[in-house]
């Protein structure tokens, strides 16, 4: 795994742009990722490459690592983002299951009029949910959607690590930096992680064939890879 | 995808599928919290009184409560009016194309569209995807990358911007 010693060096100081600009992050990144050409690349080296401009072999360098690189980094595979994702839906289970019993156990039975037949009124015994269940049902998603955006936008895209890919060892960075994704992004990835469920789940079908093991429209709109630690 | 044709500045058909899907996200999430609060779906039996006094029977067929969409698809289709139709309109860019950096524009002028011929374009958008959406499908074939009808009739194009 001599290949992943970028992602050694990196784990030194993770938080150190978590709340940085793009920009900010891809200047201090630019070192470990030439770094990690060098020593990947070392061996396998031209001497035609040492005599070219100092920018052109650095930039040529690069590409040759990331195609090098890109093949053997530990990516995390199709199941265990599918276990870090259902941890991340456990609290999700819970406050909602607990607002949908609150709200069955409010609902309201009464005779209500629902039409008339030759002057007769129709009642029916109608069950409805009371305004309090609905109420607690509403608060409860949007605790539901705070909690998801924390924790899958912002700690994910700060930290690389949501709660269940904390607990399972897995980070998300920046393909090209190798850094966290920030904020933004991370906000972005979560909103289009629903388009990739809502395509058929073919968005989120996509890792188990695709060669970085991304997501069809939000890993790869962000430029997310995700890794083993 | 980028095949050097003169459309490789339109954006592409994933991130034109991308954007539309977070502009429909709030629609959706709307559109369910409003049913909740002003649909009133119920559920019940019929009942029947006979008698003197009159006593409640129960006899067959289980009806469901009126379900009232109205206010719903409403409040549904003023979001979608002010983003993708004003929002879009003036600027360009729905909270979608803002947030993923995309932006529409005239596909002779690279003006914006303005708000009608913007409001026009979601509403044809809906025709797009009422034709089992092989509409919004277009993009992946089309030279231009437009989609079938709205692109197409209100002579717009997707670009980065």
Redesign the interface.
Known sequence: MCQACPMTTDEQEPLENANGTNEASEDAVAEPVEDAAEQAAGPNEDPIDEGQGESNSAAATQTATKKQVSSSLPYVSWGGRVLAYLIDVVPVLIVGSIANLIARATET?S??V?GRNGGQD????????SAAG?AI??LA?IAILLYWFWNKGYREGTTGKSIGKQVLGFTTVDETTRRSLGAKNGC?RV??L??DF??CYIGVLWPLWDVKKQT??SD??TNAIVLRD | MNSGTSASDNAPW??R??TT??DY?PVFFVFW?SS??FG??????????YGDPPR?Y?VAGE?A??VNLLIPIVLASIICLVNKGWLEGTTGQSVGKM??GYRTQDMNTGEVLGPARASIRWILLNIDIAICLVGILWPIWDLKRQTLVSDRLTQSVVVKS
Request: without cysteine; negative net charge; hydrophobic residues 60%.
């Open positions: 039975t005779l209500e629902i129709i009642t029916a015994e109608v069950t409805r949910t609905i049902e509403v998603v972005i909103l289009l629903f388009v809502f395509i069809f429209l790869r709109f | 994933p991130w599928m991308a899907g977070i996200l919290l909740m609060i009133r779906p119920g559920q019940g039996m019929v009942v029947e009184h409640p129960y009806v409560g009126s947030l993923l």
